[in-house]
Structures are given as C-alpha cells and as structure tokens.
C-alpha cells in the first residue's frame, strides 16, 4: 500500500484551531457563572450583615455638641482687684474666680454693726423704763391719796366752819355776836370753802397724773411686750441689716458654681463692674450633651430611652461615644428661628425638617475624652425591638 500524501490528513495545530472557539466561549461562560455566584455571595453577605447590623437604625451627622453653661455675674458692684484664672483654664466648683475691692463693703459691715449695739442699748433703755413707768403709776396712787386726805380735812374744816358761821348767825339778833366776830366767822367759811374745792380739784388732778402715767407706762410697756432683745423689731431689723452687710462683703470674693472651663471672660483688673453684668462663663465638661437633629421621617420608631451610638470629628471614629435618648425638643429649628417660615403662600415647596433629638452621654467616656461645645458629631439611634413612640 502506498504512503498516503501529507496533505489528506490534518495536522494537530489545525485541530486546535478548530477547537479554539469552543474552549473560549466554555471558559467564558464559566467565568461569568462563578462571577454571578460571587456577587450572588456578597450580596446574600451584605444583606445578611445589614439586617443584623444596620436595620432598624436612624443615622444622621447634623448632630452638635452643647451643655448647660453657668453664666458668672457678680452680686455687688465695685472695682475689680484680682482676676484668678484665663479662658480655658479648668476650675473646681468654690474656687476663686475674681476678688472685688471690699473697702466700701467692710464699712457698710462696721456701720451695720454700730447700728445694731445702738438698737440693744435701745432695747435696754426701753426695759429699764418700764420699771420707772410703774414706779410713777405707784407714785401717782400715792398723789391720790394724799390729794383724797386732803379733801377730807378740807371737807371737815368747811363743816366746822359752816356750823361755827350758823352758830353766830343765830345769835346776832341777841347782841352776844359783834358785827366783827360775824364778819371774820364769814371769811373763815369762805375760805374753808375754797380749800375744800381746791382739795377735790387737787384729787381730778392726781387722777389725770395716773393716768398719764399709766399711758406712758403701757406704751414703754409695748416696746419689750412678748420680745427679747434678739427678738424686737429694732433689734431684728439692724441684724437683718447687718448679715446683709456680711452677704455683700463676701460677695466680693467670686467663686465658681460648677466644676468647668473658663469661656468668654471679659473682666480686667482694675474694671468696675456692675452687679448682674455677665464676666465669664463655665463650661461643665462633664455634663455635656447632644443635640441630634433628626429628619422628621426618621421618627418612625424612635423613642425616650433607646441607645445612641456617637462619633466626633474632634477624635475620630475610632472613639465611639455611647447614650441615651432622653427626650425631643418642643418644636423643630424653622419654628423657633427669627424669622419663621411663612408656609401660606402661592409658591409654597415642601422641606423636610428636622426636629432635634437630646441625647445624654456616658460620663464614664467623657471623663476619657471629654468634648468641647460646638462639636460636630455623627449619631446612630438603634430603634431595633420597640416599635413604639413616645
């Protein structure tokens, strides 16, 4: 048998060439099935980790630190003699934040002072005339007697000499009187009579002398009646006087109210300061809250007492604060701006608002990385197993 020619037989490059095509598009294929199945994969992944993870939770970043700062303002006006402490030093409640001039205050303390002892020296002289005021009331009976003795023996004298005058009268028709005896037995009854009225006048005005006296006597009397030298009203009222002399003196000396920062001081040595004008202010760092605020249609599931995940620009989200809800505000911010928006007219276009949410903090985590007001944060509300509103 012959060879055959080389040419009626393919060669093995010719076969792969025939076959190339097929190869690619199974390999292709393939390729585009495991790659459906990868993204099928990571999607089921990311939907799992999702639900576990993010669903039920509200999120947003326009969320800012705040605080209830304390407002420094002096009591008493004065001159400015020390200033203790620079803006953003931290102070501890009782500490010495500014010391006022107290010359003015100590002399109001020492006039307060003088006008209390002359108050009780007052008193005592009121207590010591009461004694003297019943002494005259005794005195004045004894007037009275005396003026009561008095008129009797004048009474007892006008009757003798009324009878001695009749006796005579009745014997002047006999001659046994003379003209004279008649005469001098007249003037004596005259004058009996007038001692007597004078005698009865004398006892009106021992009367009038005791009650005088017993006036005089009830109204010093009124001065100590149911009081103590440390309680009359004199005495009580220059007290009063005098602790509020002291409160102003130790107003001189500023202390701080709360535990903070020092923030916007504006007080010198030297100013003078008027009572109630702002100097400084506190920041309680340890106190701080957040105010979330949230789009209204996040409300949905939201309520007092849920959990608040928190990240500040300050340190990064690998600082990861942890709080509370603990309450809503009673408005949303375009109601309570200057100039509110006025939602009746013709060219009205809806917006959502945002309606702030308070947000109590971990102390424990502020003590570790205390915030500032003002700061920016990003809150997460984990509304998961409470479908409720409060």
Known sequence: MADAHPSEFPSDTALADEKSPVDKAARRKTLFLILAAVVVVVAILWGVWYFLTQAGRVHTDNAYVGADTA???PLVAGAVREVRVGGTQVVHKGDVLVVIDDADAKVD???AEAALFLAQQKYGQAAANVGAARAQVQARDADIAQARAKAADAAAQFERARVDLARREALVGSGAVSGEELSSARASFSAARAARDLAAAGIATAQAVRSSALSEAAATEALTRGTTISTTPDVASARARLDKARLDLSRTVIRAPIDGIVANRQVQVGQRIAAGAPIMTLVPLATVYVDANFKESQFGRVRVGQP???TSDFYGSDVVYHGRVTGYAGGTGAAFSLIPAQNATGNWIKVVQRLPVRVTLDAG??????????????????????????
């Open 109 to 111: 303390v020492a006039t």
């Open 308 to 310: 608040v995940e928190l």
């Open 365 to 390: 985590e502020l003590r570790v990385h205390p915030l500032r007001v003002g700061l920016s944060m990003t809150a997460t509300i984990d509304t998961r197993g409470d479908n409720g509103r409060n």
């Open 71 to 73: 407002q420094v303002t």
